[in-house]
């Protein structure tokens, strides 16, 4: 027993990246909080165990694709979305981030609103991300700048290629483990 859970029997379930809240997000086991959520739950088969892992459709900026059938984990442990280099710096060379030395890629905070969106497609929908979604704001002493939410790092068989959706894309998505029936769903976080 887990907590008074049968851990092989629970559901956990996280919410995360809200910064102005005081909780800031939370994690529950063997439930749904219908009200952290707007819409349906869309599910996707876990497709190798370990690290949730899960087949993602697309993701794709405008009619750009960069990832066709691919697998990804959801992972929140991880801050940002990560992908293969190669594929990481064409995505971010489209939104206009620049590569800082030995670091994140950097954007310019007055161009969000000419950004494009990034679509992720799973289970048959289209999870969207805004600019505000996918650029991270950072304050260094005195000031501050926008940073690429997408980094790249290269995973070799058998486990990679892969994807890594962490907080940018599980903050705005509420995110369910279902360990019952072996599968990840995604919904519409309420802010």
């Known amino acids: 027993m887990f907590g008074g859970v049968d851990k092989d029997k629970f559901v956990g379930h996280s919410h995360f990246r809200n910064a102005s809240d005081e909780n800031g997000g939370e994690i529950m086991f063997g439930g749904v909080d219908k009200d952290k959520f707007v819409g349906d739950i869309t599910y996707s088969p876990v497709s190798r165990k370990g690290y949730w892992q899960f087949g993602v459709e697309s993701i794709k900026i405008e009619k750009n694709v960069y990832c066709s059938n691919c697998q990804a984990i959801a992972d929140t442990g991880t801050s940002l979305i990560i992908g293969p280099s190669k594929v990481i710096a064409e995505l971010n060379k489209l939104i206009g981030a620049v590569p800082l030395a030995n670091g994140p890629a950097k954007v310019d905070c007055d161009n969000?609103?000419?950004?494009?969106?990034?679509?992720?497609?799973?289970?048959?929908?289209?999870?969207?991300?805004?600019?505000?979604?996918?650029?991270?704001?950072?304050?260094?002493?005195?000031?501050?700048?926008?940073?690429?939410?997408?980094?790249?790092?290269?995973?070799?068989?058998?486990?990679?290629?892969?994807?890594?959706?962490?907080?940018?894309?599980?903050?705005?998505?509420?995110?369910?483990?279902?360990?019952?029936?072996?599968?990840?769903?995604?919904?519409?976080?309420?802010?």
């Open 112 to 191: 969000l609103d000419k950004m494009p969106n990034v679509d992720i497609i799973l289970g048959g929908k289209n999870f969207t991300l805004t600019p505000t979604d996918y650029v991270l704001k950072v304050s260094i002493a005195s000031s501050s700048m926008c940073l690429s939410g997408f980094a790249g790092m290269d995973i070799p068989p058998p486990a990679g290629p892969i994807w890594i959706l962490g907080d940018v894309f599980i903050g705005k998505f509420y995110t369910v483990f279902d360990m019952d029936n072996n599968q990840v769903g995604f919904a519409q976080a309420k802010k």
